[in-house]
């Protein structure tokens, strides 16, 4: 398979599986059927409750049954759950469509990633990974940016209009990668000793006792899981009192999200090149962590912040991606990265579950900014006990 062949096939994947009209108010349709903040942050932790568990499984079948089945299996039953969303009234109805949901993204999770990687390396260009990879998630943002703004203001009209059409892209999406031709992903080992749980334990073992390895994802987990406790509460925070934006312009905001935050994953492999990765994970997470600490004394930054979370975020995750596959065996790499993911997930959960319950408590804003000195403790931590090793891994492999 040619270069320019695994680019377009990846790049239109990227661009069908946005799910850019629900993003700036899938959270405010859970207010509008009266769920609180703790209602909320426990949908949040469930749905990360249930990626937690179904990723070892699924990426387990990942790798067994070929990528290309198990993203399509993503792409039908994510459409599922998020038109279940439509219907949904009650705080049981919102679970069961948001674990559907939950199940369809861990088929995903890595899978994409690893087809990709392995694409790459049977047309002998594995290197180019890190710059194919940012601009396809770039490509993906623009699309989110796009749909985000159209979904706002559709939302408006009919509250259920958003989740009914990501369906259909979703269904596009899974057309889409029926088009995608297989790759050696290590399915001539399924009836091999290599298949055998006991080996993929093992492997993966091995994998996270490389230097620094274990602290760096232990780095990045704790990163994922104040992103992912903001994410959910922008919503309520943009349209409450402490911003106040209306309705209709919160799918601008996702907008202006994405736009930024597709700049700078174009931009991934120049800032590897020019500051390098370990100098990144030492200075763009805590800009983040610090600029949600002062919220509650300048509520003018808000919007700011959450901007700049996007593109740092984005940014942090093609790094996290490509040191994890940079030292991992062809036929685990799926099952590995869901192993990151599932510990993203742990994260998710914690911060999201105490997040709602702050959140009630003082205020959105407030809660940020405590989980956000969680967030600069327990890295400290991780760098104390690993004695500094959590960026050896970036130090000796990666440019700088």
């Known amino acids: 398979m040619q270069l320019q062949e695994v680019r377009w096939r990846y790049y239109l ?27 909320i942050g426990f949908l949040g932790a469930l749905y990360w409750a249930v990626l937690v568990l179904a990723e070892i499984p699924t990426g387990y079948i990942g790798d067994r049954i070929g990528r290309r089945r198990s993203l399509f299996i993503a792409a039908l039953v994510t459409a599922g ?29 890595g899978t994409a990633d690893a087809w990709l990687y392995s694409a790459l390396g049977r047309s002998g260009t594995a290197d ?15 699309a989110t940016a796009i749909t985000a703004a159209i979904g706002g203001v ?53 994998a996270f006792e490389r230097p620094g390895i274990r ?15 903001t994410r959910t509460f922008v919503q309520p ?5 402490q911003v106040g934006l209306p309705v209709a312009a919160v799918g601008a905001l996702y907008a202006c999200f994405n736009i930024v935050a597709a700049g700078a994953s174009a931009l991934t492999s120049r800032i590897e090149q020019t500051l390098g990765v370990r100098r990144w994970f030492l200075l ?32 942090s995750q093609t790094f996290q991606s490509r040191i994890v ?29 105490v997040g709602g319950v702050l959140a009630d408590t003082v205020s959105p804003l407030l809660m940020l900014a405590l989980l956000a000195l969680v967030f600069v403790v327990g890295s400290g931590v991780l760098f104390t006990v690993t004695s500094g090793t959590v960026f050896r891994t970036t130090e000796t492999d990666i440019s700088q």
Not at 216 to 226: E, N, S
């Open 325 to 353: 596959n940079d030292r991992t065996r062809d036929r685990r790499r799926a099952t590995v990265l869901s192993v990151v993911s599932m510990g993203g997930g742990v994260a998710a959960i914690a911060f999201r579950a």
């Open 237 to 241: 925070i943009v349209v409450g009192d």
């Open 284 to 315: 763009g997470p805590l800009l983040l962590a610090g600029s949600l600490v002062i919220l509650p004394l300048v509520p003018a930054a808000t919007v700011p912040a959450f901007v700049g979370m996007e593109a740092i975020w984005h940014v």
């Open 154 to 206: 559709l939302y408006t009209k009919s509250l259920v209009a958003p989740f009914f059409l990501t369906a259909g892209l979703l269904a596009v999406n899974a057309a889409v990668v029926l088009s995608f031709p297989t790759v050696s992903d290590g399915q001539e080992h399924s009836r091999s000793e290599s298949w055998r749980f006991s080996t993929t334990r093992q492997e993966l073992t091995a």
């Open 215 to 229: 602290g760096f994802v232990g780095y990045t987990v704790l990163l994922f899981g104040l992103v992912e406790v």
């Open 81 to 109: 759950g998020v038109g279940g969303l439509a219907f949904a009234r009650t705080l049981l109805s919102f679970a069961l469509a948001l674990t559907a949901w939950a199940v369809g993204i861990t088929f995903r999770s």
């Open 13 to 39: 994947y990227s661009l069908t599986e946005t799910q850019g009209l629900i993003a700036p108010v899938w959270v405010l349709v859970l207010q509008a059927r009266g769920l609180s903040y703790t209602d």
């Open 128 to 142: 180019t990974y890190t710059h194919v990879r940012g601009r396809g998630r770039a490509v993906k943002l623009a």
